[in-house]
Structures are given as structure tokens and as C-alpha cells.
């Protein structure tokens, strides 16, 4: 049995809209050709939690709505907003002194200002803040999910799902780096996509779009994750005579325990 790795701490944010046909929309990417890691894939912003928002976490003038949150917990929300303004443009923040977040038109101008320096290591997170009096709001994270890579994975990832409302006209748009596409999209239309092909979705991005896809709107997703009771998951995977099949804690809320996940290759 390989060597299983240690597991990287990394969190993702699903942002949500109310979309014109009732169902509520995610702002999604299609992974680059050439990353490592899920790559071709449409997936959710996120990333590793790095070095630099360790330093953040200590700068309590740079976020609000942390309080009672352990370190670490900042940490996972921290990069969780920094990854999904490198990746999207898309910025959860405030102005110091406000209650209210940053608007479109102050969110563009910070992200032609310096989010492809940020991507180029020109320029910390920590800076673009401190420069631009801003504070992260880290009390939009509502946490959905807890996902940890199977052992035995060469790369493997300690994850943590947030879901966030999308500020008023914040629209996104890929990199061009780490993304090659961007969409909003309905839960059910990803789903879809994903059986037919169209998409290539991780397991975890299945799961959790489907549970998703019960909500008809942004206020009850966030309102029923904010009542859920987050069960850390890690697959174990094992091989079939027709495939291979994932377990899953039933107690997670992905209607189910065992997945059929395709053929062996």
C-alpha cells in the first residue's frame, strides 16, 4: 500500500445567487488543462491555506466576524476569501468601520489594481488589505462541509466547504492561469452536466452540489447549513469487480453510504 501523505489544510467557497429560474446559481471554474490537481475539472474556488494567511490571522485590524473562531478556523475562512478573490475577483471584505461589504465598482478596482501582481507573488493579501483599508468578512462563511483526501492519495487535502452569498453584481471572471472557464450555474444543471459529460466533477463537488440542489434559494442554503452539524468525511475506496465504490459516513447527509464512482482504468 503506498505511503499516504500528509494532508494539506485547503478550503473552497461555494458563492450563491438567486437565479432568474428559481434555483439558486454557483459561481464555478473549469480547472486548468496543466494543474495537477483536478485538472479539466469544474470545481469551486479554493485553495491551500498558506504562510501568508497565518500572518493575517494574527493582523485582527484586517477581518471582522471572527470572534469565537479558533485560529484555525480563521485560517480556513482566510484563505477561503483570498483563494476566491485570486481565482474569481470576486472580494468578501469591508471597508474599516463598516457593516456593509465592499461594493462591485470598489471590488474591481482592487482587483485591476492588483489581483495579477497577487497571482505573480508581486504583492502579499496581507498588503492589498492593510493598503486599501479593508477588513475580510469572515462572518459570510456559512461552513457546509469537511472533506479529507483518502489515504493513500499522493496529494491529499484537508478541506473545508464554505457557502457565501455573492455580493450585489460581484459577477466573477477566471484567470486565465489556474482557471481556463467560468460559469454560474444551477446545482441541478452541474449535476446534469457532470452525468452527461459535459462536466467533470470531483466526487466531493457531486455530493455537494446535490445537497445543494434541494434549496430553492440563497437564504434557506444558508439558513439550513447554519442548522447542519458538519461530519468530517474521508472516502475510503475500494475496488469492485464492475469498478470502484466510495464509503461515505451515511451521517454526512449525502443520502447515502456507498458510491458506485466508475470502472477501473
Do not use: C
Amino acid at each position: 500500500m503506498p505511503e499516504t501523505s500528509a494532508s494539506r489544510p485547503a478550503s473552497t467557497i461555494l458563492l450563491l445567487r438567486d437565479g432568474a429560474a428559481k434555483e439558486v446559481e454557483i459561481f464555478m471554474m473549469v480547472r486548468h488543462h496543466q494543474i495537477e490537481f483536478n485538472s479539466g475539472a469544474l470545481v469551486f474556488p479554493g485553495g491551500s491555506v498558506d504562510a501568508g494567511d497565518q500572518e493575517i490571522v494574527k493582523r485582527s485590524d484586517l477581518y471582522s466576524g471572527g470572534e469565537g473562531l479558533s485560529e484555525a478556523d480563521r485560517g480556513f475562512r482566510i484563505a477561503a476569501i483570498r483563494e476566491t478573490f485570486e481565482e474569481s475577483g470576486i472580494l468578501l471584505a469591508r471597508s474599516k468601520g463598516s457593516n456593509t461589504p465592499i461594493d462591485a465598482k470598489r471590488a474591481g478596482e482592487i482587483a485591476d489594481a492588483h489581483r495579477v501582481a497577487l497571482n505573480e507573488h508581486k504583492i502579499s493579501f496581507l498588503s492589498i488589505l492593510a493598503d486599501n483599508g479593508l477588513q475580510l468578512a469572515l462572518d459570510t462563511l456559512v461552513p457546509y462541509a469537511h472533506w479529507i483526501t483518502p489515504e493513500g492519495m499522493p496529494k491529499r487535502f484537508d478541506t473545508w466547504f464554505f457557502l457565501a452569498a455573492a455580493p450585489p453584481d460581484q459577477l466573477g471572471a477566471h484567470d486565465g492561469r489556474e482557471s481556463t472557464d467560468s460559469i454560474w450555474v444551477s446545482a441541478r444543471e452541474a449535476v446534469e452536466g457532470g452525468d452527461s459529460g459535459r462536466f467533470k466533477l470531483p466526487f466531493p463537488t457531486t455530493r455537494n452540489l446535490i445537497r445543494l440542489a434541494k434549496q430553492p434559494t440563497v437564504k434557506s442554503a444558508l439558513d439550513h447549513a447554519k442548522g447542519m452539524s458538519i461530519v468530517t468525511v474521508m472516502p475510503v475506496m475500494t475496488k469492485t469487480d464492475t469498478g470502484r465504490q466510495l464509503r461515505i459516513p451515511r451521517e454526512a447527509g449525502y443520502d447515502g453510504e456507498v458510491f458506485e464512482v466508475g470502472a477501473v482504468g
